[in-house]
């Protein structure tokens, strides 16, 4: 019982110190401040809270702790991206990939932050680098067929939409963005049908936009 209660004792101990993540890392960095790791994870948290300044700060730390550090490169450019700062993304990104040139998330947030500086060829080569490496990963095709879609390259758009489905067949977005490429293109038959799959897996937000505009009954 003595050994029990020691046990409990200790828990809500360590439960009152660890009472969430921000404080697990930040009592770490109490006993450990040169420990690039701590910074990173610390930072990762406060990313999750949307403390973005203070992410930052850290991950600025933990790379100045470790210049190689590629995970906080990669992190701190997510952050980059969030407030809008898409330059610094790309030069973050490019950095985690010169340090782990098979870094698939890095080349991912690289490839959406060239779209949002209509850099769009750019950012299809970041797209088809993901494809490379992981080509299972359903939202990449999404993401390269838009852009397709945007540079006129229909036909490679509608490939990019079809492999989606077919890796991820309850992929509800991939339903409503082939559904808006159909209605684009004009064929309203196509994209009534893929808006309606996507309402009945609980988006319906498509459906009801066409049929404001009548192109769904």
Request: hydrophobic fraction near 30%; glycine fraction near 6%.
């Amino acid at each position: 019982l003595l050994i029990a209660a020691f046990n409990t004792a200790l828990t809500y101990q360590r439960n009152k110190i660890w009472k969430n993540d921000y404080t697990l890392w930040s009592d770490c960095l109490t006993k450990s401040p040169d420990k690039a790791r701590v910074h990173e994870e610390r930072g990762v948290t406060c990313t999750e809270l949307g403390y973005y300044q203070q992410a930052i700060e850290d991950f600025n730390k933990a790379i100045r702790l470790n210049r190689n550090y590629a995970k906080a490169y990669y992190d701190r450019g997510t952050v980059y991206g969030m407030l809008g700062q898409y330059q610094k993304t790309i030069d973050d990104c490019s950095e985690a990939i010169r340090l782990k040139s098979d870094y698939t998330d890095a080349y991912y947030n690289r490839g959406n932050a060239y779209v949002k500086l209509s850099q769009y060829q750019r950012a299809i080569e970041d797209y088809s680098d993901v494809v490379r490496l992981a080509p299972d990963y359903a939202e990449v095709y999404i993401n390269r067929g838009n852009v397709y879609a945007k540079i006129a390259q229909d036909q490679r758009a509608i490939e990019d939409y079809n492999k989606a489905i077919d890796l991820k067949p309850d992929y509800i977005r991939a339903y409503s963005v082939r559904a808006i490429f159909y209605f684009n293109q004009g064929n309203k038959e196509s994209g009534c049908h893929d808006a309606q799959k996507a309402c009945e897996m609980g988006n319906c937000k498509t459906m009801a936009e066409a049929q404001v505009k009548g192109y769904c009954r």
